[in-house]
């Protein structure tokens, strides 16, 4: 089977952290985003992996190519020369999407949930139309596109952009399989699948929605990155909980902790719930962590407390420092001792020796 | 007698408040006035007879400067210039004496040390005449400040009929003289034995790797200003020559804009010719400014004063570009107006809009935000920026790569 995951351009929502490390290498519950997406895919069966790119930096280039043996997969970078939209790059990829008439998968990479790829081709089977679109429940839909269906079936009618009245719930969530029939509808050039493709198909009555059942999260910026990692975190505790750390461990505070096996953990410490600790990081005694993701090689000294904050690889938290309120660091930077970081976005290398009292970017 | 030279290029982690502009170019390499800041320096040393060879220290990869150096290698054919990498951090002082077995090569009597991210005409000719004059280990170029930015800098009190320096201090909190370092030093070679004195006096003993060679400890950095300068001012070996010249630090990226406007003036009166001119059918061009000749200028447009037009940039008909600098690739709509400004590489500047900063009011400053609000100035738009047809960007920094869809003020825009 084959599969294009929709990667685009510089990943801006998510800077700092894509200052340094392209978005798709950005590691999300201690593995970078775009290896849970592989993961899966292969899982299912998929042996061919397009990745729509707007740019390929060599970092990446280099680590797909060791992906490609692991899971045995072919990885094929496609890079867009103008930006395509989100439907443009399955064109530029006919050769490899249309190469059989098996049916293909198309995801935004962005997108976190338990990727239930099996199912979906199951279902795409068996109703026997084009495409088929993965939709998610969500609490306030007058935030999103709304996907109405048919009254009893799975076909789709049509889509509300926005309601103001309440037409349902169920949203795009980024995740598709299509026939290869799809690609006489796109032409090369800037396309959006969602405003063109989709409701040309839904009129020709091609197109049903999967309902996601469990989380999903779009974790393409901090905020929703950590909310995005406390679901991923609670799906862990109920799948596998013994991929998290201990709850009867004495730091272990309200469950749903990731700790890579090479971190140091010192005394008296209060962590969780929902903290992810990557590799080599270094923690010192009585620091207090919750909602937060301390990625690669970073320390945090003796008695800092941090909530709601990403710390950037290699980065320094001072003693009884205080990180909270969707705070982003970039990688090495150090946050002196004592110091109050209150919603700082903080580009790499920076040093800051005062407080930041108020959401804001330190360049 | 064979000067030597050296400019200390510091490194990626040290550049952080040229951003965003460094987050695509290592600030020596930015071009003001139509090449690299460096560039200036490296004129400088040319004209410095018997100067062969030109050292660059940093802790930039090797390859940051590979093509530059081939460039310089074909400009300056009789100067020898070659990168050092430092891999660990030592303090100027300390990576000079880290390198010094590279320097002293040749026996040269003299060695000048520049910092990077100064800009001034370098009178460097008359710096080494006063040096020879008097019995001093070091000379330091010198400038006068306005008196409140005074302590930002390594101030100097001097003897003002024979220029020995009686006292420095490094940024110090009160007023001691208007009188401050300009980053320019001649030494002689015999600086190397105060160097290690002052390393011996700061750590007692001089450890040794088991390769003979001294080593420091962390926290054991030797540096330039504040451990040699002083020390030497003490003993009555360091001598000041003062310039009357401009001079100007360039720290922030907004900088490089009156540091462009500074050097493109002084380009007036030495090589006018290397200016664009208002020619018959040509754009309109006030005061000093630089065009590349790959660039296009659209003949209605107006240019100048103070504007440097990188390669391959595009200017279309109607636009106004003053007091800024414009980079490789941009392309410029139709009647699009640009004041006090920085357009990043590859940016595309949209029909009727407007980009507009505010000409720094303070000398050297380096604030960017002030009580978390972004201070008045220059505004810069990092590489690969678009700016959507008749919005305003005022007073802003933009991040690269990104689209603004509707006006902004006052921002940084990650």
Redesign the interface.
């Known amino acids: 089977m084959k599969a294009l995951i929709l990667v685009g351009g510089f990943g801006t929502r998510l800077r700092p952290l894509t200052l340094t490390m392209p978005k798709p290498l950005v590691e999300f519950a201690n593995k970078p985003m775009i290896l849970h997406q592989i993961e899966a895919l292969a899982e299912a069966g998929v042996t061919d992996i397009v990745l729509a790119v707007n740019y390929r930096p060599e970092v990446m280039v280099s680590i797909l190519q060791k992906y490609e043996e692991i899971y045995n997969v072919k990885i094929t970078f496609s890079v867009e020369t103008e930006p395509l939209g989100t439907a443009g790059p399955l064109a530029l990829a006919r050769d490899i999407l249309g190469k059989d008439e098996s049916p293909f998968f198309v995801l935004n990479s962005d997108v976190i949930c338990d990727f239930p790829f099996q199912e979906l081709k199951a279902f795409h089977e068996a109703h026997g139309n084009e495409g088929t679109i993965v939709v998610t429940k969500v609490e306030e839909p007058s935030k999103y596109g709304v996907i109405v269906n048919k009254s009893e079936s799975s076909m789709i009618d049509r889509f509300v952009e926005k309601p103001v009245e309440f037409v349902g719930n169920k949203i795009n969530a980024g995740i598709y399989i299509f026939n290869p029939a799809i690609l006489d509808r796109i032409e090369l050039k800037p396309t959006s699948i969602e405003q063109e493709t989709f409701p040309a198909m839904a009129a020709d009555h091609q197109l049903h929605s999967f309902t996601l059942e469990g989380f999903w999260m779009d974790v393409g910026q901090p905020k929703d990155f950590l909310t995005g990692t406390c679901l991923y975190l609670a799906n862990v505790n109920k799948c596998n909980p013994g991929a998290l750390a201990n709850p009867n461990s004495g730091y272990v505070h309200g469950g749903n902790v990731l700790v890579d096996p090479t971190a140091k953990i010192g005394k008296d410490c209060r962590i969780g719930p929902n903290v992810v600790i990557g590799p080599g990081v270094v923690i010192g005694d009585g620091v207090r962590l919750q909602r937060c993701v301390l990625l690669e090689g970073s320390s945090v000294k003796d008695f800092a407390w941090i909530k709601n904050t990403i710390v950037g690889w290699h980065s320094t938290i001072g003693r009884w420092a205080r990180l909270e309120c969707t705070s982003v660091l970039g990688d090495y930077v150090t946050v002196k001792d004592e110091v109050y970081v209150n919603g700082g976005s903080i580009l790499p290398h920076k040093s800051i020796s005062a407080n930041i009292t108020e959401p804001q970017i330190i360049m | 007698m064979n000067p030597k030279a050296i400019i200390l290029v510091g490194g ?2 040290r550049g ?1 408040r040229f ?2 502009l460094s ?1 695509n170019v290592p600030k020596p390499l930015f071009p003001v006035a139509g090449k690299p800041i460096i560039s200036h320096h490296i004129a400088a040393l040319s004209k410095v007879e018997d100067l062969k060879e030109i050292l660059l220290i940093g802790f930039f990869e090797d390859s940051v400067f590979s093509s530059f150096l081939q460039d310089a290698a074909r400009e300056y054919p009789n100067l020898h210039i070659r990168y050092l990498r430092e891999y660990q951090s030592l303090g100027t002082a300390g990576g000079l004496y880290h390198f010094r077995d590279e320097i002293l090569r040749g026996n040269p009597d003299q060695v000048f040390v520049l910092h990077a991210d100064v800009a001034c005409t370098f009178p460097l000719v008359a710096m080494k005449k006063a040096h020879e004059g008097h019995r001093g280990l070091c000379t330091i170029l010198g400038t006068r400040v306005p008196r409140d930015s005074a302590n930002n800098f390594g101030c100097l009190v001097a003897k003002p009929d024979t220029n020995e320096v009686l006292h420095y201090v490094e940024k110090p909190e009160s007023f001691i003289s208007n009188l401050i370092s300009c980053g320019v030093y001649l030494f002689d070679c015999a600086i190397f034995d105060e160097i290690r004195k002052s390393l011996e006096n700061k750590k007692g003993n001089v450890e040794t790797d088991i390769y003979g060679r001294e080593v420091f400890q962390d926290g054991n950095k030797l540096r330039l200003e504040q451990d040699l300068l002083r020390p030497l001012a003490q003993a009555r070996k360091l001598f000041v020559h003062e310039t009357k010249d401009f001079w100007r630090q360039i720290k922030t990226a907004g900088s490089a804009v009156p540091v462009n406007g500074l050097y493109l003036e002084q380009l007036l009166q030495t090589n006018p010719e290397k200016l664009a001119k208002n020619t018959p059918g040509g754009p309109e061009i006030v005061g000093a400014v630089y065009i590349h000749p790959t660039a296009q200028i659209d003949p209605q447009a107006k240019l100048g004063p103070n504007v440097s037009i990188g390669p391959n940039v595009f200017i279309g008909k109607g636009a106004r570009v003053r007091d800024s600098i414009v980079l490789d690739n941009v392309d410029v709509k139709q009647n699009a107006c640009i004041l006090h400004a920085i357009i990043g590489w590859n940016s595309k500047i949209g029909c009727w809009s407007r980009v507009e900063g505010t000409p720094s009011a303070a000398h050297n400053s380096t604030a ?2 002030k009580s ?1 609000l972004k201070i008045q100035s220059i505004t810069i738009l990092g590489k690969e920026v678009s700016v959507k047809d008749e919005t305003i960007i005022r007073n802003c ?1 933009v ?4 689209d603004l869809k509707s006006s902004c003020e006052n921002e ?1 825009v ?1």
Not at chain 2, 399 to 402: F, G, N, S, V, W
């Open positions: 990626p982690s952080t951003r965003p987050l960017v935000t978390g920094i991040l690269p790569h990104k940084i990650m």
